[in-house]
């Protein structure tokens, strides 16, 4: 492959994946008016940018190394890797953000597109151990016969009656039984209390067959969360498909980084403990009756890791573990913790050759030491943070990585061949520098392509005028003032996006009884059910934090005006962005240019993303945020954005919806 420059200067017009396009230029025929897609796929729209997107990939796939693709919605990004993925023959590793996009790839848009080539490749989608049944778990819970209320029993007959016909086992085909359902925790495995090839049901494990059709497929569909799990720890049996793939790629590549963060790190959840107290009594019951002792212990661990939850305070709070870690109820909590997982894991060292699930409960309690005496032990690891997390009931306390760029790029390495990374978002301006630095990539391809939609003549960037700054108290007063008009004018049919749930409750306490449309709130039903009743109504507002700002698609008149309360910059208070913060300051580098401002772009163009997802859609989007027009750094934002008009005068707005 052609030699790239250490940081190319990414774009459609010096972009090295261009220079080397042509070597692919047959795949773009694939995506063309006259191509096999365009015969097959029902209303199929040749767009040039997801041709030249096809042209990049078939070439890194030929010559091997990374292309970064920023692909603007409506590119059609899906079907400009998967064809030319197909069409080469390599073995390749397709990893989504989301176990939603996970399943919407590998049962819709990969057969389409493998229908279309008449593509012999073998295909499988994979997930972690969570997503499917454990028919051992299954079996304990239906032999203990005890569950907490009428709801579980209920819920528990319908998993043994789907248990019965599955095939595959996902519990995603479950859809009578809610996702919250504490049953799922204990009819499905995780990497700490699955029995692996000493379990009594392994010939029939559901996890088992998905992990070998995995092995013999030529094209497999997996999630970040995955590949990252697999890539850091090596436990979940994944490490043996990396040697054989040939090409890797990640779609909604703009989470990795975080992600990726996450699993290079060591975390200790109280619901660890209290499901490893929960499995050690099912398994005394089962293999160790005569020990009465190893039950008393269990049940003392999870006594104290209530005892830990209370110390942590009533409050949900995310801080660094610095600034408890000296108080004297959390010292004796940990102390009594540590104590009581040492004396768990003594009784089970002498119970475990009596069974498997005993001898599994033993590793775990080993385990469980060792992340605890990471996430609370008092020695300076440099670039990482020690932190905790209490919400509701459940606390976790982590030890993370500040910077995990080193340890990426050395797992890419030893992994040649072609690594792809795409996403609506992944570009701040013309720039990739921000998320290439947070993965380590060097030598890479580069290649921006705009959106195919019209922006000029469908959509309307609005500025309200005279907002107090973000910082007033009266900041979200002003801004829903300023919103009642434009949502009269768009006749509901809105999202309005927050950056934190203090501003949301706010707004559903000041927006009740004030509008004539249908309110709908995060957290009163499931995201999905929201989303349904949302485009049900057709003219709906819907108020949504962090989960509604990416991975939503809602097309049509349904949503017809986004409104985003602030620029979501991530809070300095957060124990992680705070110490990354200052390890950069340590540097000699800028953390608000460096970190915090691209962060932000990628962040903000996510929630612009939701306005506009179909070529039909028009909409106005209104940004409240005043810094946008009067900081130094506003200007960053606005060019990261689609070309839309821009306006401060609410007739323009009125305007552009009564055009309707």
């Not at 091997?64 to 692909?71: M, N």
């Not at 009594?336 to 997982?341: F, G, P």
Request: glycine share 8%; net charge positive.
């Amino acid at each position: 492959m052609p030699a790239a420059p250490r940081k190319p200067r990414p774009g459609p017009r010096s972009s090295r994946a261009e220079a080397v396009a042509g070597v692919a230029v047959g795949v773009a025929e694939l995506l063309g008016p006259e191509g096999p897609l365009a015969r097959c796929v029902l209303n199929f729209a040749p767009r040039l940018s997801q041709q030249r997107m096809a042209q990049a990939v078939g070439a890194i796939l030929e010559d091997g190394g990374s292309l970064i693709v920023e692909a603007g919605t409506g590119t059609g990004k899906t079907f400009a890797y998967l064809a030319p993925a197909l069409l080469s023959g390599a073995r390749t590793l397709i990893s989504t953000g989301t176990r939603h996009l996970q399943d919407q790839l590998y049962h819709q848009d990969l057969p389409v597109v493998r229908r279309a080539l008449k593509s012999p490749a073998r295909v499988a989608l994979l997930k972690g151990r969570g997503n499917y049944c454990c028919r051992y778990r299954l079996q304990l819970v239906e032999r203990e016969g005890r569950l907490p209320s009428r709801s579980q029993v209920v819920e528990l007959q319908r998993i043994l009656r789907w248990a019965g016909r599955t095939r595959s086992g996902d519990i995603a085909e479950i859809t009578d039984v809610p996702e919250s359902s504490p049953l799922w925790p204990r009819v499905t495995s995780t990497v700490d209390n699955c029995l692996g090839p000493d379990c009594p049901r392994i010939e029939d494990c559901f996890f088992a067959k998905a992990r070998l059709d995995a092995l013999a497929a030529d094209v497999l569909v997996i999630n970040h969360h995955l590949f990252c799990a697999d890539l850091a720890l090596r436990e979940t049996g994944f490490a043996e498909l990396l040697p054989g793939v040939e090409a890797i790629v990640f779609d909604e590549a703009h989470q990795l980084p975080d992600i990726a963060t996450h699993f290079f790190g060591r975390s200790l959840s109280g619901r660890q403990l209290t499901e490893l107290a929960r499995d050690t009594v099912v398994e005394q019951a089962r293999d160790a009756a005569d020990f009465p002792e190893l039950r008393r212990r269990a049940e003392a661990l999870a006594a104290v890791e209530t005892v830990l939850r209370e110390a942590l305070g009533t409050v949900e709070r995310r801080a660094p573990w610095r600034e408890i870690a000296e108080q004297p109820a959390v010292r004796e909590a940990v102390g009594q913790l540590t104590e009581a997982l040492d004396r768990l894991r003594e009784a089970l060292k002498e119970a475990a050759q009596r069974g498997k699930g005993l001898e599994s409960c033993r590793r775990r309690a080993e385990d469980l030491m060792q992340r605890l005496a990471a996430v609370t032990g008092e020695e300076r690891l440099p670039d990482t943070v020690r932190w905790f997390e209490t919400r509701g009931r459940g606390f976790t306390l982590s030890l993370t990585p500040l910077d995990i760029a080193s340890a990426f790029r050395t797992r890419m390495e030893a992994r040649p061949g072609a690594w792809i990374f795409t996403s609506a978002t992944l570009a701040v301006g013309e720039n990739f520098e921000h998320f290439a630095g947070r993965l380590g990539l060097r030598d890479y391809a580069a290649l921006r392509l705009d959106s195919p939609f019209d922006f000029a003549r469908n959509t309307l960037l609005y500025h309200p005028p005279g907002l107090p700054e973000p910082i007033s108290p009266q900041y979200t007063t002003a801004l829903l003032d300023a919103a009642l008009p434009v949502l009269q004018a768009s006749r509901g049919r809105a999202f309005l996006l927050f950056t934190s749930y203090r501003a949301l409750r706010e707004a559903e306490e000041r927006l009740a009884g004030r509008l004539e449309y249908p309110l709908l709130v995060q957290g009163a039903a499931p995201k999905a059910a929201l989303l349904r009743e949302f485009r049900a109504l057709g003219n709906a507002v819907l108020l949504g934090t962090a989960s509604f700002w990416e991975g939503v698609d809602v097309r049509g008149e349904a949503l017809s005006c986004v409104i985003i309360d602030r620029l979501p910059f991530a809070s300095p208070g957060d124990p992680v962005v705070q110490a990354r913060i200052e390890s950069l300051r340590q540097r000699g580098e800028d953390p608000f240019r460096s970190y915090q401002l691209p962060h932000a772009v990628i962040t903000l163009k996510q929630g612009v993303g939701r306005l506009i997802r179909d070529v039909t859609d028009r909409g106005v989007l209104m940004l409240c945020d005043p810094r946008l027009l009067t900081k130094f750094y506003g200007r960053a934002f606005l060019d990261s954005l689609p070309p839309m008009p821009r306006t401060r005068n609410l007739e323009r707005v009125r305007a552009f919806f009564a055009e309707e």
